[in-house]
């Protein structure tokens, strides 16, 4: 059972470059979330799904864009990269909003 | 002011000792509290999960909320090295699914 799955683990960007990470999950989870962490600041809330079809915004969402068309699978995209999106983003799942997040180990981004 | 604070450390205590994390939080709405544990170069992962007031024990690691202050408390007993991490306070109301975070305090146990 391999839980939240994100790739890449590391990845260097120039700025206005445009790229997806993504995440898999494999306990049929319905929610799932993108959130990004900086120094200081705790994770925020860039996206979140409740389901297949169904994303919504969270605290930080500009310059990323989120699908779900899958349950396994929720990616994210960023449209031009910029240097303030250089951070560490997690993924995360559950089964519902009760229930606890099971995290992935998380994408290291740098925008150059 | 953030909704939730916390202490970033570095925290460093011997092993064996009493350790004691802590959050405050500016919002009374909030009824489900969480601590999460993250090593480095991984992801959170879940500690402890309370709702509303008063302690939860779970081996070694104790969480306590005590609403009228707007405070919660996660202890270590007997620490160990390998307690060495990130630690990181979670909440939020009822109605909204959304987490609110602390930045995490990293905490250093001692040989």
């Known amino acids: 059972n391999a839980g939240v799955t994100q790739t890449p683990k590391f990845q260097v960007l120039k700025t206005g470059q445009s790229m997806t990470l993504q995440c898999a999950q494999d306990?049929?989870?319905?929610?799932m979330s993108w959130y990004r962490q900086d120094p200081g600041m705790g994770l925020r809330l860039i996206h979140y799904?409740?389901?297949?079809?169904?994303?919504d915004q969270g605290e930080v969402p500009n310059g990323y864009n989120v699908s779900r068309s899958t349950t396994e699978d929720f990616p994210l995209r960023l449209l031009s990269a910029a240097p303030s999106q250089t951070s560490v983003y997690f993924c995360?799942?559950?089964?519902?909003?009760?229930?606890?997040?099971?995290f992935g180990d998380g994408t290291r981004l740098s925008i150059l | 002011q953030k909704e939730v604070e916390q202490d970033p450390g570095p925290l460093s205590v011997p092993e064996g000792a009493i350790v004691s994390l802590n959050c405050t939080y500016s919002?009374?709405?909030?009824?489900?509290f969480m601590w999460y544990r993250q090593y480095s170069r991984k992801g959170p992962e879940l500690l402890m999960y309370?709702?509303s007031s008063g302690n939860k024990e779970d081996g070694r690691f104790t969480a306590q909320v005590d609403k009228s202050s707007k405070y919660i408390s996660l202890f270590i007993r007997d620490s160990q090295p390998s307690d060495s991490a990130t630690y990181l306070c979670?909440?939020?109301?009822?109605?909204?699914?959304?987490?609110?975070w602390g930045a995490g305090t990293k905490l250093i146990i001692k040989p």
């Open positions: 309370t709702y």
């Open positions: 919002n009374s709405a909030f009824q489900y």
């Open positions: 995360a799942s559950r089964t519902n909003s009760n229930q606890p997040q099971h």
């Open positions: 799904s409740v389901g297949a079809g169904i994303t």
């Open positions: 306990m049929n989870h319905e929610y």
């Open positions: 979670a909440m939020r109301d009822g109605s909204n699914y959304q987490l609110i």
